[in-house]
């Protein structure tokens, strides 16, 4: 079976475009986004209508449960609440409902899904580095054989052992036993590893394996409806950046 998963669209409605119809390519069995459907973006209907379309399941993330009133985003800066604000007055009924109904997490036999950190999910804790997975060491028997997260906009991946972290570095990856895996899947609207194609990973079950994938997608067009919506200049600017 081939699991395509994604996250951090982030109202990117061009990437998103660009990644279903690879998904769609690939003929994947079953589809998973981990949150952050919107914010910073221009296109937050857009691309919750195509994201409840196209994926099986889909979890909360931090942005999602601001804009569905799950948390308070007082203390986010300026331009963050201000397109938080502005996302709010867009959504439809139908789409908010949406947003509201969504899980923190979920978890199929030995394979999670959530946003941030597994260890306290609605907390949207980062894991970014070698010390943030370390921190999963202490949980090491409650975690999944296979976590996949967002939230860092990062594509990394960390073998958890009975007492050691590393971190694994490649496009394509495998499996040893008596390790549990985290994988952290990047973006799809919002990349951050200086490299601003979009990004998901197909998750091949029958191998197994994980493969980090990566797609150019009309940037200047995204970027050009941020600007023209009148969301901060820097949320488009980033995206030819990827950063």
Known sequence: MKVAVFSDVHANLEALEV??????????????????????????????????????VVVLGNHDAAVAGHMDYSFYYDAARDVLDWTIAQLSSKNLDWLRSLEYTQREDEIEYCHGSP?????????????QARQLLDAREQLATLTFIGHSHLCKAFAIGPDQVHDVVASRLSFRKGYAYLISVGSVGQPRDYDNRAGFVVLDTSAPSVEFRRLEY?????????????????????LFLGV
């Open 119 to 131: 260890i306290e999910p609605s907390d949207f804790e980062y894991i970014f580095a070698l010390e």
């Open 19 to 56: 990644i279903k119809g690879e998904i769609e390519k690939e003929s994947a069995d079953r589809v998973v986004c981990l949150g952050d459907v919107v914010g910073y973006g221009a296109s937050p209907n857009e691309c919750c209508d195509i994201v409840r379309e196209l994926a099986d």
């Open 218 to 238: 009309d940037i200047e067009s995204s970027a050009r409806k941020i600007f023209d919506a009148g969301i901060a200049y820097n949320f488009g600017k980033r």
